[in-house]
């Protein structure tokens, strides 16, 4: 055998090795990467998110105003504001209740709660529908408020006091659901629009309403104490929120 032979036969000899290295090297590492791939392959995928949002549950919460130490206007002999609205809120609660709407009232005594407090109670639970009841002995019918502040972006971060600013638009047209039931229950209706806590301080849609009493020309027609005239107003209150909770549902 001359020199050059031995080494044409020496570099193929080198060249069948080198080759049968790169194969098993592909063969480990297909084998090794396999598995990997499997692997991926069987990570569980996650559903969807649902784009349906849970409807939450519909509350309304009455604030029958004053109590305790803070008697309010005194409407009549043994009668005052805070007495009337506490009542009045209570019958309204159970004529809720019958209806199958839950109801928070933020109190069912003569106890003294601040405004603050009272708007608290509400906020934590995120009601559908917020009403505040007053009375008054002057005026006629049933004295209908929405908040004075100017109407907010709902995602804007608000002061305590302005709170009420992001569901202005919420509430003027809750107002407007009541300002329908009350006028189809034949109570005049004056619209109105005011500072006044807890109204400002409330994260749901809000009004007030000052019940007085009927009057015809300066004249009253009709007692605050009138059991029919209180029956007229809350069967409007009733109808007023029953329809609230109907256009409440629709809504996305
Ligand atoms: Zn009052």
Known sequence: MRWTDACRRARTYLARCLTLFVCALAASLSALVSPLQAQAQQQPTLPPRSSAAVQPQFLVVLDAAHGGADTGAHLAAHLDEKDLVLALSIRL??????RG?????????DVTLPPAKRAAMANAHKPAACLILHASDSGSGIHLFTSSLPPAQPTAFLPWDQAQAAYLQKSLRWAAEINTAMTHAGVPVTLGRTAMQPLDNMTCPSAAVEIAPLTKDGAVTTELTDPDYQSRILAGLAAAIEGWRHDWAAQP
């Open 93 to 98: 609660r159970s004529m809720l209740s019958a």
């Open 101 to 109: 709407i839950p109801v928070l009232t933020t109190r069912e005594s």
